[in-house]
């Protein structure tokens, strides 16, 4: 698969229930359908069929195809009544910086899509309807954006104080640890964060598709304390209903979707950032038998050391660490382990002995509150946009022609 197919998979998985294919009737350029008064062609159809085609998109490509544009159509629509109209300059800008995501040029991205019977006009006309979508978002809800002080505060004081926040979490952690292994990932978790409904459906998805060990379990894992989390998983699951899902979370050699499936608060203590102190005894991949013999002779980290006796340094590792400096999967691990809970854990052509010796706190480390504004902000656009286009698929008259 290439880079550019690789890049394109995050447009993939849109899709609007009840709105089946059309059979196409008449020239390329004959209407397909109308949203309110503007028409899809066949043509555009066509065109974005190639596009999920090349991104090897599952399901109907057709009623793909049909779904996305109709969002087109809707956004350009909710733009229009506003009064809003990107820009050549904005629309050059925004073709440019998604190029650029496959490191090419506008020209050079046009050229890519070309190759495959893609027009540049296509590529255009994809690009400008999501500069529009999000000034309307902007203008009809500029007045909800601003995220107080107190707003902050909650955000700094649910994701460092150490148990005064928990959550119950259902995971699907998709291996994602070679290129193809990755666009894989990719594309499957876009299409599962978009289409789960419901608890079932996504114990059901991690069942299938989870490569982590609660899989069998449908992804619960047992309540964690928020403080315990790395920072990009406590944000997303911080702006969370119960029920909902988080969007695809790049994790080391994997990419991982949560479910929240329940919050509880306590009294707030006054804040502070979790240390943890970890060792991790590095293995061959292939020594699954010696791994699991170690897991049986140790009680405590010290017996580490016994273990890798004779071997080269490096093979054990033991260190104390804030969470936020930990490589995410093992921080993800970690969170779910009690004192002197020891597991195994596959990564990077090796496995290893992951144990937990304690947890710490530590003081005094900067927070950032303008990183968590802007967090609060665009979780909060989201939301609305969302929204926003569930009430103009509402509201909106499509028919055939």
């Known amino acids: 698969m290439t ?70 159509r809707l956004r350009d629509h909710a733009a229009a009544q506003l009064g809003i109209e990107p820009s050549q300059e904005e629309i050059a800008a925004g073709m440019a910086e998604f190029a650029g995501r496959a490191n090419l040029t506008t020209e050079k991205f046009i050229g890519e899509l070309n190759k495959v019977g893609i027009a540049g006009e296509t590529f255009r006309d994809f690009v400008a309807p999501s500069i529009a979508w999000r000034a309307v978002v902007r203008a009809r809800f500029a007045g909800r954006l601003n995220v107080t002080e107190a707003e902050i505060d909650r955000a700094i004081t649910l994701s460092t104080q150490q148990g005064n926040a928990r959550v119950l979490l259902a995971e699907i952690i998709l291996r994602a640890d070679t290129p193809e292994f990755k666009a894989q990932a990719e594309e499957l978790a876009q299409q599962l964060s978009q289409s789960i409904d419901s608890t079932a459906e996504f114990s059901a998805a991690a069942r299938k598709y989870s490569a982590s060990r609660t899989a069998g379990a449908g992804g619960r894992t047992p309540w964690i304390d928020l403080a315990n989390l790395p920072p990009q998983i406590s944000g997303q699951v911080l702006s969370l209903a119960p029920g909902a899902v988080t969007d695809p979370i790049p994790i080391p050699n994997a990419i991982a979707l949560f479910q929240l499936r329940a919050l509880e608060e306590n009294d707030p203590t006054e804040p502070e950032t979790l240390a943890v102190e970890y060792a991790r005894y590095l293995m061959p991949a292939d020594e699954t038998q010696r791994a699991q013999k170690v897991l049986s002779q140790i009680d405590t980290c010290d017996d580490l050391y016994g273990v890798a006796k004779g071997e080269p340094e490096q093979n054990l590792i033991r260190e104390a660490v804030a969470v936020a400096e930990l490589p995410a999967d093992v921080a993800l691990e970690l969170a779910k382990m009690d004192n002197d809970e020891a597991i195994l854990l596959p990564g990077n052509g090796n496995l290893s002995v992951l144990m937990l010796c304690g947890r ?42």
């Open 3 to 72: 880079r550019l197919t690789r890049i394109l998979i995050l447009t993939a998985g849109l899709a609007m229930a009840g709105i089946g294919a059309v059979a196409q009737e008449g020239g390329p350029f004959a209407p397909r359908l109308i949203i309110n008064d503007k028409a899809i062609t066949n043509w555009e159809v066509d065109q974005r069929v190639q596009f999920l085609r090349l991104l090897n998109a599952p399901g109907n490509l057709e009623e793909e195809a049909l779904n996305a544009l109709i969002e087109d």
């Open 360 to 401: 710490t706190p530590t003081l005094g480390e900067d927070i950032d509150r303008d990183a968590i504004r802007l967090r609060l902000t665009n979780q909060r656009l989201v939301s609305y946009a969302d929204g926003l286009m569930e009430e103009l698929k509402a509201d909106a008259i499509i028919r055939q022609p």
